[in-house]
């Protein structure tokens, strides 16, 4: 079965980066996009970017272009968001999730989330 | 790109129905039949309930359709149960591999 498994929480100083990784199993990592989209407390949810993993094209929200970079290791089928400095207001549930369609958000399977929190 | 717009809360009595608007511009909504419905629970991951407007991945039962009229998507919970209490969010391509969410709709079964 799809599994999108993402790593697990972390604590950030304000200024600091993170490094949240995704990793695919139960289908072709290379045959479907990545995206990246955040909850913070209470909030909606906000699309930062995608990876296409088979050729590594990256399209980037351009709330975060400056500060975002999106990767993939096609060796271990892990896509990974990385995100640099950090606010507060960056604190956020980060979610990985994958679709087909190159211009619909045809969101069928989603990672568990990655709880990012930013606090000095 | 600008958020699109939900009404924060919806409610509807068991059995009946509850519509959710999502109001985009002539760059997202009104440009694309790309509109996708998310539904979430506390705590938990979304599921995708509506794709390309009005298509429904499998599994997910006929009483949630979706629909669009100019600028403006719907979604529409028909004989609501109580298990159908969650937060409902809209999503829309926006062009130049561009997308956007609304701020979610959260839906109480009285």
């Known amino acids: 079965q799809v599994e999108l498994a993402q790593s697990g929480a972390e604590v950030k100083k304000p200024g600091a980066s993170v490094k949240v990784s995704c990793k695919a199993s139960?289908?072709?990592?290379?045959?479907?996009?990545l995206h990246w989209v955040r909850q913070a407390p209470g909030q909606g949810f906000e699309w930062m970017g995608r990876?296409?993993?088979?050729?590594?094209?990256?399209n980037y929200a351009q709330t975060f272009q400056d500060r975002v970079t999106m990767t993939r290791d096609t060796s271990v089928s892990t896509a990974y968001m990385e995100l640099s400095l950090l606010r507060s207001n960056d604190t956020a549930v980060y979610f990985c999730?994958?679709?087909?369609?190159?211009?619909?958000?045809?969101?069928?399977?989603w990672g568990q989330g990655t709880l990012v929190t930013v606090s000095s | 790109q600008s958020a699109l717009t939900q009404p924060p809360s919806a409610s509807g009595s068991p059995g009946q129905s509850v519509t959710i608007s999502c109001t985009g511009n002539s760059s997202d909504i009104g440009l694309f039949n790309f509109v996708s419905w998310f539904q979430q629970f506390p705590d938990k991951a979304p599921k995708l309930i509506i794709y390309e407007v009005n298509k429904r991945p499998s599994g997910v039962p006929d009483r949630f359709s979706g629909s669009k009229s100019g600028n403006t998507a719907s979604l529409t919970v028909s004989g609501l149960q109580a298990d159908d209490e969650a937060d409902y969010h809209c999503a829309s391509y926006a062009g130049r591999n561009n997308y956007v969410f609304g701020g979610g709709t959260k839906v109480t079964v009285l």
């Open positions: 139960g289908y072709t990592f290379s045959a479907y996009f």
């Open positions: 990876i296409n993993p088979n050729s590594g094209e990256t």
């Open positions: 999730a994958r679709s087909k369609n190159p211009k619909q958000l045809d969101l069928h399977h």
